[in-house]
């Protein structure tokens, strides 16, 4: 069905605002967590299940996404992944327990998957020609990079004029919105249903491993991490992992191609993946409660102290990351964004009690904000550098989904050793020095994330397309 550019636009801007409110979903629950932590009773380590139980299945059902929207037709998934998110964030706003709103929050992750998964196959379809899918990749990108700073400010603005409640419930007139608005002007499309197969055995296997994994560590104080439950769970994790790999080494369709991690640039960017995102989760969760308990600011001033980041990290989306990679390549980029990530959350680690906006936020937001923007592309074009056109997309889900993995399993294990050295009090001094153990350990994240990339990536000659992707972006 060939559309109108008009219609073409508007139908990218129904998959933009589709995959925004994903993207706000992501930051906008950090800024209420102390929110959500004192209505609801959770315990400092129990909390990162509020963030947790979205990435893991985020995470674990990304691919499987895809494969679904291969198989079944790309609008059809986009229209069920928005049906199931935006039921799931209903549940979230009536949440009156950990428990509901845990499992509310899982059923999002997986929701959001889908949506994340087949919105930009349904973009490459609507643009079929470089020019214009070039342009309409420059917006996608700036809006997503963007969501970051509504959502830090949305989350302030609801949580303290109305209630934590409605970080979620606003997400309903949206995903209405984007439903209706699909239907009329995105195009549908057939599948492959009849001829593909799926691999639900490698989605279930991989998000069950990480799950046992993260709820050993995250109850590791409170069981004991001698104790037969956590050795036990950690055991079950490995050995569900081990089935996750046969399956996929087994199965003729397989969820994860393991021999794509024979590409050296796509496995090691993984490993920069990995480390990236949990210190990344580090400075996101742990900032918002230091901000909160310690210096005493209400959302709407965490919202805001997030925003000077968010905003260098927009600008850098918007082609200055293009152009240092052009100009440098990927190892110099992700080196020195990594080490600044670094220097960032040591300045965090050191932040007192007594702390000021001015001198002990800002500078640390601002060189937290340049090292992600400096580092997070070129740790995605790094991947892609070593694998076929036929495959880039694969490649970019499966570092997504350990970018998403690594977070989830990077925040339960800072999460638990903070409350272990926090020790169950709730004094100031005691809450910082459990944040700044979790800080510090992000410091060695992103310093080996840093010198893993130097090290071992290799910088290859950057593919015309990127070229004229930066060339675009900065009009």
Not at 53 to 73: H, I, K, M, V
Not at 211 to 217: F, Q
Not at 350 to 379: E, K, Q, S, Y
Request: one cysteine or more; aromatic letters at 10%.
């Amino acid at each position: 069905m060939t559309l109108d550019r008009r219609r073409r636009w508007l139908a990218l801007y129904v998959l933009c605002l589709g995959d925004l409110m994903i993207v706000l979903d992501a930051t906008i629950v950090n800024v209420a967590l102390p929110a959500i932590r004192t209505d609801l009773g959770f315990s400092a380590a129990s909390l990162a299940w509020v963030v947790n139980a979205y990435l893991l299945t985020f995470g674990g059902f990304l691919l499987l996404g895809g494969r679904l929207g291969d198989l079944y037709g790309h609008r059809r998934l986009f229209l069920a992944g928005i049906g199931v998110f935006t039921a799931a964030s209903l549940v979230c706003g009536l949440s009156t327990s950990q428990g509901m709103l845990v499992t509310a929050r899982a059923v999002q992750g997986f929701g959001g998957a889908v949506v994340s998964a087949v919105a930009l196959s349904l973009l490459l379809t609507l643009f079929p020609e470089t020019g214009e899918r070039t342009k309409a990749m420059g917006f996608f990108g700036f809006v997503l990079a963007g969501g970051g700073s509504i959502g830090v400010l949305l989350g302030g603005v609801l949580t303290d004029l109305l209630s934590w409640h409605w970080i979620f419930l606003v997400n309903i007139p949206i995903g209405i919105a984007v439903f209706v608005l699909c239907l009329l002007l995105v195009p549908g499309g057939r599948g492959q249903a009849l001829t593909g197969r799926l691999d639900l055995a490698g989605a279930v296997t991989v998000t069950g491993a990480l799950m046992l994994a993260v709820y050993a560590i995250v109850n590791g104080n409170q069981a004991g991490w001698l104790s037969a439950q956590t050795l036990g769970l950690l055991a079950a994790a490995v050995a569900v992992l081990g089935a996750f790999l046969v399956i996929e080494s087994r199965v003729s369709a397989p969820l994860v191609p393991l021999r794509l991690f024979k590409r050296r640039n796509l496995a090691v960017s993984n490993v920069v993946g990995i480390l990236w995102s949990a210190g990344m989760f580090a400075w996101f969760f742990f900032a918002a409660q230091y901000l909160s308990f310690v210096l005493g600011y209400d959302e709407l001033q965490v919202g805001l102290a997030f925003l000077p980041a968010n905003l260098i990290m927009g600008a850098f989306s918007l082609g200055l990351s293009a152009r240092i990679v052009m100009r440098y390549g990927t190892r110099l980029p992700i080196g020195v964004g990594m080490t600044l990530v670094a220097i960032g959350l040591a300045l965090f680690a050191r932040a007192p009690v007594d702390g000021t906006f001015w001198l002990d936020v800002l500078p640390t937001m601002v060189v937290l904000g340049i090292g992600v923007g400096m580092a997070m592309n070129p740790v995605l074009i790094a991947a892609m550098s070593d694998v076929d056109q036929s495959e880039a997309g694969l490649a970019s889900g499966v570092v997504n989904t350990s970018f998403m993995m690594g977070g989830a399993l990077g925040l339960a294990v800072l999460a638990s050793l903070a409350a272990w050295k926090t020790g169950g009090s709730t004094a100031v001094e005691a809450l910082a020095a459990g944040y700044h153990l979790a800080f510090m350990i992000g410091v060695a994240f992103a310093l080996l994330a840093a010198g893993i990339a130097v090290v071992f990536l290799r910088d290859r000659q950057v593919e015309p397309h990127l070229e004229a992707e930066a060339a675009t972006a900065l009009e």
